[in-house]
């Protein structure tokens, strides 16, 4: 398991990802296949009880935990200082217009591609571009005692720095974004991994 804290991570080292993406490198992105529809008939409900109210969320919850189990990624998340990725640690982005689990939005997590972080999800998505990843089930604990499983639906190699926060930011549903990168510093793309709503408890 890996530890609770979290320090600045040195260029090079071990888990360091050498080459970086040749700079023409265009974006790919692998989605999950729509599952078929359904028309289910209508079956009439006895009795007239009030549907269960949904419970509040407190308004300071925040993801503690994210555990891929699929690819043995277990990180405790930690907000960071600005402009500094913290070793041993997911870090949550805190941009206008983004949010913490259960909320309307786009929860977005970041961490180096190094052992023991987010190093299996860009291994991962250099097979098949990322193909056998769709479908995993993410799990985010939370500050409340809340855990969120997410299941993954896309897998975008390739993006942008300058463009990776736009589709996350015009999300109105909940979504979960992993992103690592795709090379040392400097490297103008990274990987990003989206995951949907899958239940909680």
């Known amino acids: ?56 969320i407190p308004a300071d919850r925040v993801a503690t935990r994210v555990v891929v189990p699929a690819l043995k990624i277990d990180l405790p998340i930690v907000k960071g200082p600005p402009s500094t990725v913290l070793c041993n640690v997911a870090m949550y982005a805190e941009a206008a217009g983004l949010v913490q689990p259960g909320f309307p ?41 809340q855990l969120l499983t997410y299941s993954i639906t896309e897998v975008r190699r390739h993006v942008p720095k300058t463009v990776g926060f736009e589709d996350p930011l015009s999300r109105t549903t909940e979504t979960l974004w992993l992103q690592t990168s795709e090379g040392p510093k400097g490297t103008p793309t990274v990987l990003q991994v989206l995951a949907e709503p899958f239940g909680s408890g």
């Open 1 to 56: 398991m890996a530890s609770t804290g979290g320090r600045a991570c040195g260029g090079g080292g071990p888990g360091a990802v050498e080459p970086s993406v040749p700079p023409d490198a265009s974006e790919v992105i692998v989605r999950a296949s729509p599952p078929p529809s359904i028309v289910l008939p209508a079956i009439p409900v006895p009795g007239t009880a009030a549907p269960t109210p949904s419970p509040t």
């Open 105 to 145: 939005g786009s929860v977005y997590l970041y961490g180096h591609a190094r052992k023991g972080m987010f190093l299996p999800l860009l291994d991962q998505s250099k097979k098949s571009n990322g193909q056998g990843m769709i479908g995993m089930l993410v799990d985010v604990y939370t500050s409340d005692s």
